[in-house]
């Protein structure tokens, strides 16, 4: 079972249509991806973790209809992820998260995020399309380079080299707009 | 639960989606809230008995090409924050074509009238309660428009609220116009539109507690 935005796009695809094997595949295909997303995250025990996973299952469930196709499958995911991260924290004063204070603020604005992103969305424009999508996964999604990999159907070397490539040429553009 | 469970449940649960279908539950609810905004209208107000007349003229249409385009644009940026990964909502200047349009036959109507008429033009016969009866019009299509909501996943709420009631409150203007029957531009852009902004300030101060999901 892939794990790729395509292969995921295609299941949630099917899933749509009604096949209800395929969206039994994409839940099961999501369960690792959020787990591993909730873990880098959250500071709590498995069962929290677990929780949190079936939570985001659930409104990838009851929400399917607001993915639109023309858009990322895994940003959307992640976007539901992040969305109910942040809710959990405000509900449970037991679960906390791992980034220090500030980011936790920061996730918490998602309008200062948007704004944020607009200027990210800008410079990653000028990139290739792969190295913006691995710059993507590794420094905003917090995928690990492992889980980027498997995402995208590549090698953790060529995701290491593409976020490489991809920076030093964010940095010499950066620069090039100052001098 | 465990989750393998839960996902068999969840699946045993799939129903075709069709594409638009955000749209499609949006629009449902706004014109549920506004018949029931319509029959509120009706029973408490009453409509202008003038109507039929009053459709025939153009000052008529002049408030409903306000009030429509303003609630067709502020759908349009409704449809997007009830998307999870909408990181920048696009259209906004959209908004100000409808009111610039209405100023702009402001202007002309205060051109066209001596300046001593104006303060009443503007105030018309009904200033003190146009904006709370748009206002008090808005809340069933506010609910309506929840309705719709809690399927969507939002995740800017207060932007999402505010949305949905600028929604509300310009369909609900739409709504009064059955009833209202003051003829000034200016008393329009003036009145009708602080109701609408009333809603959608509410809106936004109620999205963070509704919206949630």
């Known amino acids: 079972m892939g794990t790729t935005e395509a292969a995921l796009r295609d299941l949630m695809v099917a899933g749509l249509g009604g096949d209800a094997g395929a969206h039994a595949a994409l839940l099961r295909a999501l369960v690792p ?15 929290d973790i677990e929780d949190l996973v079936q939570e985001t299952l659930i409104a990838v469930h009851t929400r399917r209809a607001t ?78 380079v492992a889980d980027a990999a498997a995402a995208e159907g590549i090698g953790q070397s060529d995701v290491k080299i593409s976020v490489h490539r991809g920076l030093k040429a964010l940095v010499a553009r950066v620069q090039g707009g100052t001098r | 639960m465990r989750t393998d469970d839960l996902i068999r449940q969840l699946a045993a649960d799939t129903t075709p989606v069709q594409r638009g279908a955000v749209g499609r539950r949006l629009l449902a609810g706004l014109v549920a809230g506004g018949l029931l905004s319509a029959v509120l209208l ?25 009030t429509l385009s303003l609630a067709a644009a502020a759908l349009a940026v409704t449809v997007q924050l009830a998307r999870p990964d909408t990181v920048r909502t696009r259209g906004l200047w959209l908004l100000a074509i409808p009111v610039a349009l209405l100023a702009l036959a402001g202007v002309a109507e205060l051109v066209r009238t ?3 008429e104006w303060l009443s033009m503007w105030l018309g016969r009904s200033w003190k309660t146009c904006p709370w009866r748009v206002l008090a019009l808005s809340a069933p299509i506010f609910a309506g428009l929840l309705w719709s909501f809690r399927r969507f996943a939002p995740t800017r709420l207060r932007a999402a609220g505010a949305a949905a009631g ?4 310009a369909f609900a203007a739409t709504v009064y116009c059955l009833h209202c029957p003051e003829v000034s531009a200016i008393f329009v852009l003036t009145w009708y539109s602080l109701g609408i902004l009333l809603a959608a300030g509410i809106g936004s101060l109620l999205g963070p507690r509704l919206l949630r999901w």
């Open chain 2, 166 to 169: 600028l929604s509300a409150g």
């Open chain 2, 42 to 66: 009706v029973t408490a107000l009453g409509i202008r008995p003038d109507l039929d007349r009053a459709m025939l003229g153009p000052v008529f249409w002049l408030k409903w090409g306000y």
């Open chain 1, 67 to 144: 993915w639109d196709a023309d858009r990322p499958f895994t940003a959307w995911l992640f976007a539901i992820a992040r969305y109910k991260m942040v809710d959990q924290f405000r509900r449970h004063a037991r679960l906390s998260p791992i980034a220090d204070a500030d980011a936790i603020a920061a996730a918490d604005d998602f309008e200062a995020e948007a704004i944020a992103r607009l200027d990210i969305d800008t410079l990653l424009a000028g990139l290739s399309p792969k190295q913006a999508r691995m710059i993507r996964a590794t420094r905003l999604d917090g995928l690990s």
């Open chain 1, 33 to 47: 991806l959020l787990r591993g997303f909730y873990r880098r995250r959250v500071r709590g025990g498995n069962d």
């Open chain 2, 114 to 116: 001596p300046s001593t």
